[in-house]
């Protein structure tokens, strides 16, 4: 004999939320932040889905926020170390964890988790080492150790290429004159939300708004339209001519 609970039709049910979090975060936490930990959270406790899954656009779309500001939740949250990201190599899903209030106060970690947590980041790899190279051309000095972390969170997080985030910098350093990491980052997760993942993507993006430029150029060219020292002048010569003309026939 098999027991279960009836799923229920709507949902009626409860997120129980630790009081540690409360008394932490209401206080710091802004609205949009605090909106995307708790749908998620509720999402996650959800026990009528057996794997839940949510973008962060359609996490966006329910919140009605931007997909832009649901990233830049996330980024508060894993700073404050709350949650972390990980993704599966055997067959590449994303995952973002809740942690355990209570246990990290304890200062009870699970090694199963830091075991199981790879990112698709190789290590030492000669790309990434290159990325940072070529962006400590581009700045003219050092990268720090967090600016350095804080690019490889980002890669995870957004997993838009090492070659992208080079060309970012680039972009940033020579059309804006902003050098700074978190600048940089910021246009990073705008291409994201515009589905630029990769440096020919945006190669792509670039060349449409070009072409969208020369139409609109079209569209707006501009006629020529007399000034009034020319419309003056017309009726001068005009004039002239009915006055030459009057005289030639008085002398005949």
Request: charged share 30%; proline share 2%.
């Amino acid at each position: 004999m098999k027991y279960s609970l009836e799923n229920f039709k709507i949902d009626i049910g409860e997120t129980s939320i630790e009081n540690i979090f409360l008394n932490q975060y209401l206080a710091i936490a802004n609205g949009n932040q605090l909106k995307v930990y708790l749908y998620a959270f509720k999402i996650a406790n959800d026990t009528s889905l057996s794997k839940p899954e949510l973008t962060d656009a359609q996490l966006a779309k329910s919140l009605g926020l931007t997909e832009a500001e649901v990233i830049e939740a996330w980024n508060f949250w894993l700073e404050e170390g709350v949650v972390k990201r990980y993704t599966d190599p055997t067959d590449n899903s994303n995952h973002t964890v809740f942690l355990s209030l209570r246990q990290l106060y304890l200062g009870i970690t699970d090694p199963d988790m830091e075991d199981s947590e790879t990112t698709y980041i190789p290590e030492n790899s000669q790309e990434i080492s290159q990325m940072f190279r070529d962006i400590e051309d581009i700045r003219d000095e050092e990268l720090s150790k967090s600016e350095m972390e804080r690019i490889l969170d980002h890669i995870n997080d957004t997993h838009q290429t090492p070659e992208l985030v080079v060309t970012a910098f680039h972009y940033c350093a020579t059309t804006k004159g902003k050098k700074n990491t978190n600048y940089v980052l910021q246009v990073l997760r705008n291409w994201k939300v515009d589905g630029i993942l990769t440096f020919e993507q945006w190669q792509e993006e670039n060349n449409r708004k070009e072409e969208k430029k020369k139409r609109q150029k079209v569209k707006k060219r501009k006629y020529y339209k007399p000034s009034e020292n020319d419309i003056d002048k017309n009726a001068r010569d005009i004039n002239s001519k009915l006055i030459d003309s009057f005289m030639k026939d008085e002398d005949e």
